[in-house]
C-alpha cells in the first residue's frame, strides 16, 4: 500500500513538472516544423576546402554521457535540463564511429587514437603504429609507423596545436606524433631494459623530437621532461612531483633549443602565465601542468585558438579525458567537460567562418553511465546522480543511501544492481563512505566494485559541422574520420580533387 501511494505522488509531482506550453500539441509541432527547415537549408553542401581544421576528443564520452551532460548543463542554468542543447549538439551532421582495435573488441585510448588520428586501426596499448606491432615488443616497431593528419598538415605547411587536459603523453594525444609499443612509455623511466637496448624512444622525447615545430602544445605530465629526482617548479617538496628521465635530459630547454633562429618560444607552467601571454609576439608555445592540463579548456583554450590562425591555416585536435571522473566527481562537477563549450566558442573556434573550418567531436572510446538502468523511471527534471523512484529508496533513508539515478555498470563502488537486498545495500554504501549526491565528491555508483573504471565497446557519435561534414554520416569504421577530414582540408595522400575544376558540384 505505501509503495502504491508513493509512486501515485511520484506521478502526481511528475505531471506538475510539465510547463504549460509543453502541455499544447502545437508547441511540439512548431519545434518538429523548425528543425525541419533546418534540415532543408542543410540540402546545399557545403564543398569549400577547409581552412582550420579541430578535432573535439571526450575519452569515454558515450552518448549516454552526452545525455547526462546535457542535462545537468540544463540543470545549471535553472531549468529542467533534458530539453537543453549542448554546443556540438548544435552541429548539423551526426555519425556512429566503431571503436574495436584489431586485437579488442572493447578498445583502449591508445588503439583508438591511432584510428582517429593516423587512419589505421591498431592494437590495443599501441600508438601511433599499425596492428603488426605487438604490445610491449619494441622489437615489432620498425617500419610500422604511421603518420597522423597532424603531420600531414604540418607537411602541408600548416600550424598545428594540441591541448589537453590530460598529460601530453598520455595515449590519446601522443598518436598524434609518437610511436610506441606501449602506451605507457611516458619517459625512460617507465621503460623496460629491452626497450631502451632496442632502441626504442620514450613518448615524451618523441614530442620533441618527432614533430619539433608543433606550435601549440599545452597538457600536463611535465615531470616526463625532466631529469629524474629534478624538483618540480610548483611542489618542490612532493617526490611523486619529481623528474623521471633515466638519460638526464631536460627536454623543455631541449625544446627551446631546436627552435629555428629568429623565432620566439615559450614555455608556461602555471594558468596565470597562460593567460598573460601576449600570443601576437610568440611563435612556439609550451605549456604543461604536473598532472591534467595548465588551465579548464574555457580558460586556456581560447587564446590558442586565437593563436593558431594567425599562422596561417591550421589543425588542432582538443582532448578531454572524460573517463575518469565517472569513477569520481563528474555528475556535480561545476562545468563537466562536455559543458566547458560554452556559445562563446561558437565563434571562437571558427576564426574564419563556419564555411572555412571543418569541427569534428567525438569519442575515442565509451565508459558510459547506464541513466535510470534497473533504478526506476526518473520524472522529468530529476538531477543525474540522485535517487530513482520506484525503488523504495526515495524515501527510506538519507539521499546518500538511495538507489542511484545514474550508475556504472563497472566502476569504484557498488550500487543497488549488486545486491539483493536494499538493507544490505545502504550498508553497502556506508562501507564506500559515500556523500550524497550534491556533494562535490559525490561518487556514481556501479554494479560490479573496481579500483577504477573500465572501458565500454559500443559504438560513440561524431557530431560534424563545415566544409564537407556531410562526408560523417551513417555508421563509419573509426579510421575513416582523419581521411574524411584531410580530404576536406585538401591534406594527406587523397588530393586529387583539389583542384578546382575537379571538386564536385554543390
Known amino acids: 500500500m505505501k509503495a502504491f501511494l508513493l509512486t501515485l505522488l511520484a506521478q502526481f509531482c511528475s505531471a506538475s513538472l510539465v510547463p504549460e506550453k509543453e502541455k499544447d500539441p502545437e508547441y511540439w509541432r512548431q519545434q518538429a516544423q523548425e528543425t525541419l527547415r533546418e534540415a532543408l537549408r542543410l540540402q546545399r553542401l557545403n564543398q569549400n576546402v577547409a581552412k582550420n581544421l579541430i578535432l573535439f576528443l571526450g575519452d569515454g564520452m558515450g552518448v549516454s554521457t552526452v545525455t547526462a551532460a546535457r542535462i545537468l548543463k540544463g540543470q545549471l542554468e535553472n531549468r529542467k535540463g533534458e530539453e537543453s542543447v549542448l554546443e556540438m549538439e548544435k552541429f548539423p551532421y551526426v555519425a556512429l564511429a566503431k571503436t574495436y582495435n584489431t586485437n579488442a573488441q572493447v578498445p583502449d585510448s591508445a588503439g583508438t587514437a591511432t584510428a582517429y588520428l593516423c587512419g589505421v586501426k591498431a592494437n590495443e596499448g599501441t600508438v601511433g603504429v599499425s596492428a603488426g606491432v605487438t604490445r610491449d615488443r619494441c622489437n615489432t616497431t620498425k617500419g610500422q609507423e604511421v603518420t597522423s593528419i597532424l603531420r600531414w598538415a604540418k607537411d602541408e605547411g600548416k600550424a598545428v596545436g594540441i591541448v589537453t587536459t590530460t598529460r601530453v603523453t598520455h595515449a590519446t594525444p601522443s598518436a598524434a606524433y609518437a610511436h610506441s609499443a606501449n602506451r605507457d612509455w611516458y619517459s625512460d623511466g617507465e621503460m623496460p631494459p629491452d626497450a631502451l637496448e632496442g632502441g626504442c624512444k620514450d613518448i615524451a622525447r618523441q614530442l620533441v623530437e618527432n614533430i619539433p615545430d608543433i606550435e601549440v602544445i599545452l597538457g600536463g605530465g611535465r615531470k616526463y621532461m625532466f631529469p629524474k629526482n629534478a624538483s618540480d617548479v610548483e611542489y618542490p617538496q612532493e617526490e611523486r612531483h619529481r623528474g623521471t628521465r633515466l638519460d638526464r635530459r631536460d627536454l623543455v630547454q631541449e625544446w627551446h633549443s631546436v627552435k629555428p633562429p629568429g623565432k620566439v618560444s615559450k614555455y608556461v607552467w602555471h594558468r596565470r602565465e597562460l593567460l598573460a601571454l601576449n600570443v601576437s609576439r610568440i611563435d612556439f608555445l609550451l605549456g604543461e601542468s604536473v598532472g591534467s592540463a595548465v588551465t ?211
Open 296 to 506: 579548464p579548456p574555457g580558460c586556456g583554450a581560447p587564446p590558442v585558438m586565437g593563436f593558431l590562425p594567425r599562422q596561417g591555416h591550421s589543425f588542432c585536435p582538443l582532448g578531454d579525458v572524460i573517463s575518469a571522473p565517472l569513477g569520481t566527481p563528474f555528475f556535480r562537477a561545476p562545468h563537466p567537460p562536455q559543458c566547458s563549450f560554452p556559445a562563446p566558442w561558437g565563434c571562437r573556434i571558427w576564426p574564419g567562418g563556419r564555411k572555412e573550418g571543418l569541427g569534428a567531436s567525438l569519442a575515442s572510446y565509451l565508459i558510459s553511465p547506464g541513466m535510470g538502468s534497473g533504478t526506476g523511471r526518473s520524472a522529468s527534471g530529476s538531477t543525474n546522480s540522485g535517487a530513482a523512484p520506484g525503488t523504495g529508496a526515495e524515501s527510506a533513508s538519507p539521499p546518500q543511501h538511495r538507489c542511484p539515478q545514474v550508475s556504472s555498470s563497472r566502476g569504484t563502488c557498488g550500487s543497488v544492481q549488486a545486491v539483493s537486498s536494499f538493507h544490505l545495500y545502504k550498508l553497502f554504501l556506508l562501507f564506500c563512505d559515500i556523500p550524497p549526491p550534491a556533494h562535490a565528491n559525490y561518487q556514481a555508483q556501479s554494479a560490479v566494485p573496481l579500483r577504477q573504471e573500465t572501458h565500454g565497446g559500443e559504438d560513440v557519435a561524431v557530431f560534424a559541422r563545415g566544409p564537407m561534414a556531410h562526408l560523417l554520416h551513417g555508421v563509419h569504421e573509426q579510421n575513416y574520420i582523419p581521411h574524411a577530414m584531410a580530404y576536406a582540408a585538401c591534406i594527406g595522400p587523397n588530393r586529387a580533387h583539389c583542384s578546382s575544376a575537379a571538386r564536385p558540384a554543390a
